[in-house]
C-alpha cells in the first residue's frame, strides 16, 4: 500500500510496521496474562525461551552451521571493532585487513591498537570506489585473521561475493545481514550491529566458529571475552531484553516474506530502480560505486552540480522522502533501502529523481 512518507534513514533504519504492531502490543500487556518482555526478569522462562526461539530463528535465515555460537552483544559493530583484536591480537600479531570504506578503516585503525593492521587492500587514495577482485586478496598466513565489511554503508560499496582468505574470515556485515544469503560457513566470524536489517541500537548479533573461538587470547576480561558470552548464553551481564525480542520479531518477519533468498531479491529490484535512473541521466546524477560494486542497501550518488543538492533534499522532503542526505564525511545524497523499506518508496524515489532532472536539467 502506498504511504505519505518513506524513510531512507541508514540507521537506526525503519523497522517493518507488523513489527512495530507487535512492539506495541508488547508493550500493553498488563496483568492476569503476565508483564511486558521489557519489564521481566532475563532469567524468566518466558524470557529464555525468546532468546532460544530468535537463536534459532537467525540459524535458520543465516544457515548456521552447528559449530558456530550465535551471541547476542551489547553495544554495535564498533564495539566488535575493539573485542575482535582484543580477544585476537597481541602486540606482536597481526590481522589482515581490506578498508573498503569509512566502517572497515575505523575497524582497522581500532585493531592496530592491539597488534599490527595489515591493509592488504586500501581504496582510500581513489575515495573507496572499488573493491578487491577476489583473484587479488593474498592474506599473510601468519595474521591471525582476515577482516572486511560486505557492505560499506556510507560509501556504498558491496562485495558480491566473499573473499577467499587462506586465515580465518571476519566479517562486519552490519549493513547487509540478511538482506541475501551471505555463507556464513565461508567465515570464521560474522558479526553486525542490529539497527539496519535486524532489529533497534544497541545490541549485535555475532556469528563465531567454535574453532576460531578457542584460539582466542587467554585470561582477558570476562565482559569482553567471546567465551564467557558463549558459556552464558550471552548473560554474563543482563542482556538488551527489549533488542533481542525485536530481533525475534524482525526474524519472523523476514521468515514470514520467504527468507533472505526473498530479501535478495526484492532488494535488487529496489536498487535497481534508483540505479537505473542514476545511469539514464547523463550524469545530472553520478553514482560514487564503480559498478560492479554497487551497494544494494546504500545508494550514494551526487548530482552534477553539488549546488542543487541543497534542493533535491529540500523538494524530496516536501514529497515524503526522508533521511536522503549523505554521510557527513562524504556528503551528497544518500538512499538506504534495507529490508523492511518497501518497493513502492523505491518506485516512488525513481519517480521522485526523474521529475527533479527535467526539471532542472
Ligand atoms: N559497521 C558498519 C558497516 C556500519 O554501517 C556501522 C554503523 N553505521 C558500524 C559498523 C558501527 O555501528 P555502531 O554505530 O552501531 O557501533
Not at 533488542?243 to 536498487?271: D, H, P, Y
Request: charged share 25%.
Amino acid at each position: 500500500m502506498a504511504q505519505d512518507s518513506y524513510n531512507f534513514s541508514a540507521g537506526p533504519a525503519m523497522l517493518p510496521s507488523e513489527v512495530k504492531l507487535q512492539a506495541i502490543e508488547e508493550l500493553g500487556r498488563n496483568g492476569r496474562d503476565g508483564f511486558s518482555v521489557i519489564e521481566i526478569s532475563h532469567r524468566s522462562d518466558r524470557f529464555l525461551g525468546i532468546l532460544e526461539d530468535t537463536e534459532h530463528r537467525l540459524r535458520r535465515l543465516l544457515s548456521v552451521p552447528d559449530d558456530y555460537k550465535i551471541l547476542f552483544v551489547s553495544g554495535g559493530a564498533s564495539m566488535q571493532f575493539s573485542m575482535i583484536p582484543y580477544n585476537f591480537l597481541n602486540n606482536g600479531d597481526s590481522a589482515d585487513f581490506i578498508v573498503s570504506g569509512y566502517w572497515s578503516e575505523k575497524a582497522a585503525k581500532e585493531a592496530a591498537k592491539c597488534g599490527r593492521a595489515n591493509l592488504i587492500f586500501d581504496g582510500s587514495s581513489d575515495g573507496f570506489k572499488t573493491l578487491p577482485n577476489p583473484q587479488d586478496i593474498v592474506c599473510d598466513p601468519k595474521s591471525r585473521y582476515l577482516h572486511y565489511c560486505s557492505n560499506e554503508t556510507i560509501h556504498g560499496l558491496e562485495f558480491t561475493d566473499v573473499p577467499k582468505g587462506s586465515i580465518p574470515v571476519v566479517c562486519d556485515a552490519s549493513s547487509n545481514i540478511l538482506s541475501k544469503p551471505i555463507g556464513v560457513d565461508r567465515h570464521s566470524m560474522v558479526y553486525a550491529g542490529a539497527q539496519k536489517n535486524i532489529g533497534p541500537s544497541g545490541i549485535s548479533v555475532v556469528v563465531i566458529k567454535d574453532e576460531f573461538m578457542k584460539s582466542a587470547l587467554p585470561n582477558r576480561l570476562a565482559y569482553m571475552d567471546y567465551r564467557l558470552l558463549a558459556e552464558t548464553l550471552s548473560m554474563p551481564f543482563t542482556p538488551n531484553t527489549w533488542g533481542i525480542f525485536l530481533v525475534g520479531l524482525v526474524c519472523e518477519w523476514i521468515e514470514s516474506q520467504g527468507g533472505t533468498v526473498a530479501m535478495e531479491e526484492r532488494n535488487s529490484l529496489k536498487s535497481g530502480l534508483i540505479y537505473d535512473v542514476i545511469d539514464e541521466s547523463r550524469e545530472f546524477y553520478l553514482g560514487h560505486a564503480v559498478e560492479d560494486f554497487r551497494s544494494r542497501m546504500n545508494i550514494t550518488f551526487k548530482l552534477e552540480r553539488e549546488e542543487m543538492e541543497v534542493s533535491f533534499l529540500k523538494e524530496a522532503e516536501l514529497n515524503g522522502l526522508h533521511g536522503l542526505k549523505g554521510h557527513r564525511s562524504i556528503g551528497g545524497i544518500r538512499a538506504s533501502m534495507y529490508n523492511a523499506f518497501p518497493v513502492e518508496g523505491a518506485e516512488r524515489l525513481a519517480e521522485f529523481m526523474r521529475e527533479f532532472r527535467l526539471k532542472h536539467s
